[in-house]
């Protein structure tokens, strides 16, 4: 069941919470730095013996202090216009995010809004990229939590999660086309 939520990841009681981090893994500003917060330093000690992370991939550690057990660090695409892969760059972390949970025999997981905030990626195309696929893997996990930590960025996964992600219309519930 994949569902939003509205609020702080770091509070979140799941088997894996995903941080959206940066190629160096060593911490940073929005939820890459409430994660390291909220679970003390042994993530930073953690994340620096992965050695780094190139943009597209995820990476595994422990969740220490947190409630989750797992933290999922995923290196979202810096948006530059969307002409440099950024939409594959964006699946492919949430694909391995997902992927890495699975060799965890992870039943729940949330990801926070990746690359929408510094990293600049408009919200919307990146919603219906991430619930694209989250409807992929929705049959292998008990939850899929979208945490959004605005209330318009929550409202925005609702739309796209009822409407449907672009292109997955079946023809009977494809919106009229306007007068
Ligand atoms: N819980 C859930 N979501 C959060 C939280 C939180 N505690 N704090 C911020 N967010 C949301 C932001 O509002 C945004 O919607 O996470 C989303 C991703 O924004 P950023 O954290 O800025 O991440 P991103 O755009 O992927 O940029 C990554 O920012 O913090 C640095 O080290 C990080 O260099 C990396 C870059």
């Not at 216009?81 to 729940?108: C, D, I, K, T, V």
């Amino acid at each position: 069941m994949i569902e939003v939520v509205q609020g702080d990841i770091t509070a979140l009681a799941v088997d894996a919470i995903v941080n959206a981090a940066n190629t160096a893994l060593l911490g940073g500003g929005g939820v890459d730095g409430a994660i390291h917060r909220a679970a003390g330093p042994q993530l930073l000690a953690a994340s620096r013996a992965l050695g780094g992370c190139p943009t597209g991939e995820a990476k595994l550690t422990p969740g220490f202090r947190l409630p989750a057990r797992w933290v999922i660090h995923v290196v979202g695409p810096l948006w530059r216009g969307g002409r440099h892969g950024e939409p594959a760059l964006l699946e492919n972390g949430y694909r391995r995010s997902f992927e890495l949970a699975l060799e965890q025999e992870a039943r729940s997981i949330a990801f926070p809004a990746i690359s929408t905030g510094v990293y600049g990626y408009p919200k919307r195309q990146a919603a219906c990229v991430a619930v694209g696929v989250m409807r992929e893997y929705e049959p292998r996990f008990e939850r899929i939590v979208a945490c959004c930590f605005s209330a318009d960025d929550a409202r925005l996964y609702q739309e796209v999660l009822e409407r449907g992600v672009p292109g997955d219309e079946t023809p009977e519930d494809a919106p009229e086309s306007g007068p």
